[in-house]
């Protein structure tokens, strides 16, 4: 049973810290996203990256984009505030709000435990698995299918932010690793060139996804 972690320590969970959890969560759904697009980028496989998913959603439906680019404003809008605090003194509001060791916005700070729910990295690590290979399935199939991509990404975006997120601000649970912003500030003071390059990459990602396909040009 994991207990409350004390103010300015990085709590553990499973044995291993959170800032460990939030290296191997974030890291892995990072090597999902940019090895398709690095593969995509100098042609060597033509596996649907997490931009040509959205993009081609885009191009079905006009206002995914207007989506695309509410979501990023958002993430801005929570993840400053994050980026400007030492991750291992949680700052008692982010926009205004209680946030949980993790970073996650919550009603109530007072109660949060990470009881129970080391589980939840095995489920993540599951859905993430099964997720990859009905992709690979699917692709093999059919070359030209997007259905295991909206599946593989849509699991990472689920199991990765939207569930988290709920828990922490209904059901005063936190997940046992941080958001990807706290997890950076986490990288920040260990590193932080590489921390600088990584948010650097996510700042042109982003702009990539909204802005689909820059910095490409459609003729």
Partial sequence: MDEPAEPGTAP???GRSAEFWGYVMWG???LVIAVPELAAATGLASWPTISATIG???THHDWVRLVVVFVIAVIGYYAIPQLLVNPKMPPSVVAGKPVTVGGRVTRD???MRFVGLGGYLLLAAASYV???VYAVIDRAIS???YVGAYVLYGVIALMWVVVPSM???FAGRDVPFPTLFRTIGYLERRAHPVAAVLTGLLVILLIHLALY???GVVS
């Fill in 213 to 215: 396909p820059w910095p």
């Fill in 109 to 111: 700070n007072g109660g």
């Fill in 12 to 14: 553990t969970v499973v």
């Fill in 130 to 132: 099964g997720a990859v």
């Fill in 167 to 169: 828990l922490a601000l």
């Fill in 143 to 145: 070359p030209d299918s």
């Fill in 56 to 58: 081609h959603l885009e």
């Fill in 28 to 30: 892995s759904a990072a």
